[in-house]
């Protein structure tokens, strides 16, 4: 998930001219010029806000865009800690995928979650001088996005979702991806199984047959909603996603569909990277962008011998 450096892609070619060289420099870093709603207006770009559900909430919810940008953290999500962090870290932008609120809160006081007042997130964002920009449901539609599950897990994607958006094809929901074989042989739910625990690092939950034989898969990050039973409808052998209701599991999986739950933080963790990258398309510098740590919210713990 780390970010690269603008002069370590690669092919770049390297510039030669003094000129290259002087906008190269430290002076040069130090001259970034861009405001919060730039900024906004920058992704807005890449995530259109027509791109995302009625119901969720796109772009700046808290913030003044005329004010220029120090440096952007990102992070999951928009919690009150997240906020601190990025303000100890000199940034005054915090970029997530989850938005601080659906519903508009209704009380405003400095508790460290929502759960103790519903705006306490507006309040530490507002008290530490830190905007908050997310980008939910059009960057899970986007192009940038699709492309995460299935090149983490091997998938070839083709370019179809199980949910396409009816204003683009190549935007939806539901990656469709051809699971590759393994000498000659179709792979197995057992053996994609242990390759999400190899990659994500927690064991997935899994509904299915270890050994059933695998060529078509759909990946979906977060909540899978109607993404499964679109994907049984597709005729797919597994849905691999972030989450899904254990009654909506157990009938796909008696129906044929396997499902594979990475959990939902752990699915869309990924994302953090596509908004980072986003930031470097939209001219914020890498030593400008702070990534922020949230893989280990929740644990498990040690099985135990009574």
Sequence with gaps: ???????????APVKKDALS???ASELAKKSFSLTIGALEQALLKEFPAEDAES????????????????????????????IEEAAQAGANVLLTHHPAYLAA??????????????????????????????????????PLAARVLPGMLGLKFTGKFAEPLSSSRRKGYGQICEVP????APETLGRLAARCTAVFGRAPRVWGAPDAPLRCAVTCTGSAADTGAAALALGADVVVCGEMKYHAALELSRAGLAVIELGH??????????????LDKAGVPADAIV????????????AVRV
């Excluded at 119901?55 to 990102?74: F, I, N, S």
């Excluded at 209704?106 to 997130?121: H, K, N, Q, R, Y």
């Excluded at 074989?181 to 000659?184: H, L």
């Design 105 to 142: 809160p209704d009380t405003f006081a400095p508790e460290p979650s929502p759960a103790l007042s519903a705006g306490a997130v507006v309040w530490a964002a507002i008290r530490h001088q830190v905007a908050l920009m997310d980008f939910h449901t059009a960057l899970d539609v986007s």
């Design 181 to 184: 074989a393994v000498d000659g």
């Design 265 to 278: 933080d752990g699915s869309e963790l990924p994302l953090v990277a596509v908004l980072a990258e986003a």
């Design 1 to 11: 998930m780390g970010l690269f450096n603008k002069g370590e892609r690669a092919g």
């Design 55 to 82: 119901w969720d909430r796109t772009g700046l919810l808290v913030g003044e865009r005329g004010l220029p940008v120090t440096k952007v953290a990102v992070a999951l999500d928009p919690t009150v800690q997240a």
């Design 21 to 23: 060289r002087r906008g």
């Design 291 to 302: 990534l922020i740590d949230q893989s280990e919210n929740w644990w498990y713990p040690e």
